[in-house]
T-cell receptor
Framework: QKEVEQNSGPLSVPEGAIASLNCTYS??????FFWYRQYSGKSPELIMF????GDKEDGRFTAQLNKASQYVSLLIRDSQPSDSATYLC???????FGAGTRLTVKP | DADVTQTPRNRITKTGKRIMLECSQT?????MYWYRQDPGLGLRLIYY???????NKGEISDGYSVSRQAQAKFSLSLESAIPNQTALYFC??????????????FGSGTRLTVV
């Protein structure tokens, strides 16, 4: 059974802090990884993808991938209240999603 | 207009009724998916289709069927709805490019309640 696991949270950080979201996956052959943001009552929207080991930065977001340890993480710098949402990790080949981590950024 | 359109947005139906959820897309993507989302369980794959003639079961296909009428249309049917099929249903599309698989574009979702 292929699994994608995330801490459900909630994760609460103060405004301006770094939020760190983690995801582990069981299929060692997985190659592509995605992070989605989902506001309450809305559909998920893609915010980051990463294929290679290491870091990938896009604005305030950094995705980190470690295939040897089978984890992928998302860092959000200078967190804003508008970042409050549920963040979903997905492994593309398996078409599987984690259950999501709910993030709250407090002003 | 939205890239991925789902109809209806909300539906309440009775146990035992047949219901169809529809999805259409203007992205030109070959790959289409149906997921359901339940609190605490995340998104679970029901069916997926990589082209018009390719239909595959996902993790939780029992009680569901699909039809890929055209590249742009992918419908999900519940032949005899039961209360534990109450959930939020999402259609999604994606593409495969020379740089690798792209992420999904989701529809707005259909909130289905079976009473």
């Amino acid at each position: 059974q292929k699994e994608v696991e995330q801490n459900s949270g909630p994760l609460s950080v103060p405004e301006g802090a770094i939020a760190s979201l983690n995801c582990t996956y069981s299929d060692r052959g997985s190659q592509s990884f995605f992070w989605y943001r989902q506001y309450s009552g809305k559909s998920p929207e893609l915010i980051m993808f990463i294929y290679s080991n290491g870091d990938k930065e896009d604005g305030r977001f950094t995705a980190q991938l470690n295939k040897a340890s089978q984890y992928v993480s998302l860092l959000i710098r200078d967190s804003q209240p508008s970042d409050s949402a549920t963040y979903l990790c997905a492994v593309n080949e398996d078409m599987r999603f984690g259950a999501g981590t709910r993030l709250t950024v407090k002003p | 207009d939205a890239d991925v359109t789902q109809t209806p947005r909300n539906r309440i139906t009775k146990t035992g009724k047949r219901i169809m959820l529809e999805c259409s897309q203007t992205k030109g993507h070959d790959r289409m998916y149906w997921y359901r989302q339940d609190p605490g369980l995340g998104l679970r794959l029901i069916y997926y289709s990589f082209d018009v003639k390719d239909i595959n079961k996902g993790e939780i296909s029992d009680g569901y069927s699909v039809s890929r009428q055209a590249q742009a249309k992918f419908s999900l049917s519940l032949e005899s709805a039961i209360p534990n099929q109450t959930a939020l249903y999402f259609c999604a599309t994606s593409d495969l490019t020379t740089t690798g698989a792209e992420g999904y574009t989701f529809g707005s979702g259909t909130r289905l309640t079976v009473v």
